[in-house]
């Protein structure tokens, strides 16, 4: 009686390991069969599927965003936009078939059949959307895009160029180009020690501005020298006045006219809001014309925010160009 208890036992734990084996085979490849849903053609990942975390999280490595050169956007608004500036789509990562058929409809007018023919489309548990996604409401619909390589500058551009100096806040860099490019300047080019302007925060700030607007990232300050015209006016943007002589500041309103009749091209220089400009920035700027541009406020306030500072400055200098000019 002892051994057939034993052996049935040993059957039961047979059959149990290979239903769980089956199991585990048949997980697995869930993920390999393709489904279509109102003609559709996707790719459905069950909940935490690790195709999904790969994907997100390799784009989101430096090294790899570098070599592969892959961005994500996020939101129907933020995707149409990069796809009006002729960004190249990759993948469509969704939860609801209904709401990706209907802006399907609306792309589809705008870049065609053979765009939205190449778009890979991959159904996930909205649980996992939810999770990769970098904003505090889902938006439903995360993309992933070939970064643009080159942007080319617009024929209505002002003769300046901006330098960002070390701005480490994605939302503020994303302000930074928004204003930009509403004027729009020439170019904008970015130092090492600022942060990514292809982080989903700062493409989020920007509403779409980083789309359309010529920057360089990752530059040495060698390279910026190389780059600025050694008879450019340099401007710089700093309310600590203590480390500049008298002689040096301009309040942002009384830039001499001779300065926009005699002079080609500006350079705008804006530091992070805590530390100021960098001493690189100040060196660079002392080996051509330079000023500084002062914004008088409220001695209660401590100073103004980085892109609300430039918008002043910029503005200004359109003002007085379109009056000289």
């Known amino acids: ?12 734990r047979t059959i149990t390991n290979c239903a769980y084996n089956f199991n585990k085979v048949h997980v697995a490849s869930s993920t390999d069969f393709n489904e279509v849903d109102s003609g559709i053609q996707f790719k459905k990942l069950r909940l935490n599927d690790k195709e999904l975390s790969e994907t997100i999280l390799t ?33 469509f990562i969704f939860s609801d078939i209904r709401k990706l058929n209907d802006f399907y409809k609306d792309i ?28 505090t409401t889902c938006p439903g ?13 617009k024929p209505n ?15 503020n860099v994303g302000a930074l180009i928004r204003v930009c490019n509403s004027l729009p300047i020439s170019e904008l080019l970015l130092p090492k020690g600022n942060v990514d302007i292809w982080d989903t925060k700062s493409i989020r700030g920007s509403s779409g501005s980083v789309f359309h607007l010529p920057t360089q990232t990752q ?41 926009i009749t005699t002079k080609g091209h500006f350079c705008v220089i804006v530091g992070g809001e805590s530390q100021g400009i960098s001493k690189e920035a ?20 401590n100073s103004l925010n980085i892109s609300n500072a430039l918008a002043i400055i910029l503005f200004e200098l359109r003002r007085k160009f379109n009056l000289l000019l």
């Open 157 to 171: 551009a002002l003769p300046i160029t901006v330098i960002s100096d070390g701005c480490k806040e994605p939302n």
């Open 59 to 91: 784009i989101k490595s430096k090294k790899r965003k570098q070599r592969d050169q892959k961005i994500i956007i996020e939101g129907n608004v933020l995707i149409k936009e990069a796809l009006k500036a002729h960004l190249k789509p990759d993948k």
């Open 219 to 259: 530059l040495t300050w060698e390279e910026i020298d190389q780059k600025i015209g050694p008879d450019d006016l340099v401007l710089i943007a700093d309310n600590n006045l203590r480390r500049y002589n008298s002689e040096s500041v301009l309040d942002y309103d009384k830039i001499p006219d001779d300065l």
């Open 1 to 12: 009686m002892l051994n057939k208890i034993r052996f049935n036992t040993t059957l039961i």
């Open 108 to 135: 589809t007018k705008l870049v065609g059949n053979n765009v939205v023919n190449s778009i890979e489309n991959l159904r996930v548990p909205q649980t996992d959307l939810t999770f990769y996604s970098a904003l």
């Open 141 to 153: 619909l995360i993309a992933i895009f070939d970064k643009p390589q080159q942007i080319a500058k």
């Open 282 to 301: 100040l060196t660079f700027a002392k080996s051509r014309n330079w000023k500084v541009v002062n914004i008088p406020i409220e001695s209660t306030a």
